[in-house]
């Protein structure tokens, strides 16, 4: 009895040893493609190493293109899902806002790219953006809330603000966070990317939990 028991668990264990590392696409901008950052530097290679040293098997996709809006992003959701991830992690709507374009329509775009993943049965990790006050008031708080309602219609995952880790490090101060930016004051340094991935880790943990589960 023992020698069949002992074999099981041996079987388990083998099988856990070569199973396939989870699958994640990361999806979005520059903020996600690594813009002005050496290669490893980026949010990509970065995550993909947190998660792995916090105990999960994963291997990331990068999937983010410079300059991307979340019109483009819905250009192109069906092409990157045609490659079958198990999840997807978004982060867009950067180069909306600094462009001054209509919260309703970014919504929608980005509405497009949850139902397209959800079509499919991928499990969504989306990120929100804090939008500057240059627009106002009004803008601000409703482009934020895309985020929040998006997650809460299409049953995803909802990490705030992709700049999170370096705004706790700083304690709110946006001229203080200036420095963990490159010269361009808009997309973080390594050092920067390395804050914002350890404060939203947690939840992409939570992500791969989602997926892992039976």
Do not use: C
């Not at 200036?178 to 390395?194: E, K, S, T």
């Amino acid at each position: 009895m023992h020698k069949v028991l002992a074999a099981m668990v041996f079987v388990f264990f083998s099988n856990l040893a070569v199973a396939d590392p989870l699958r994640i696409t990361a999806f979005g901008d520059s903020l996600v493609h690594g813009y002005g950052l050496e290669a490893g530097q980026g949010l990509v290679p970065q995550l993909e190493i947190w998660l792995n040293d916090n105990g999960a098997d994963v291997v990331l996709t990068n999937a983010g293109v410079s300059g991307d809006t979340t019109a483009g992003g819905a250009a192109r959701i069906d092409w990157t899902l045609s490659d079958k991830p198990q999840a997807l992690i978004v982060l867009l709507g950067g180069n909306d806002m600094l462009r001054g374009m209509l919260p309703a329509d970014a919504k929608a775009n980005l509405a497009r790219i949850l139902s397209a993943a959800q079509a499919q049965g991928v499990d969504v990790l989306l990120i929100g953006m804090q939008a500057p006050g240059n627009f106002g008031p009004e803008y601000k708080a409703e482009f934020e809330a895309i985020y929040r309602d998006l997650a809460a219609e299409y049953d995803s995952l909802l990490f705030k603000d992709a700049f999170a880790g370096i705004l706790a490090q700083v304690g709110g101060d946006p001229v203080a966070a200036q420095q963990f930016l490159q010269g361009d004051g808009i997309h973080p340094d390594a050092r920067g990317v390395a804050l914002n991935v350890e404060a939203m880790g947690p939840t992409v943990l939570e992500l791969v939990a989602r997926v892992s589960s039976p």
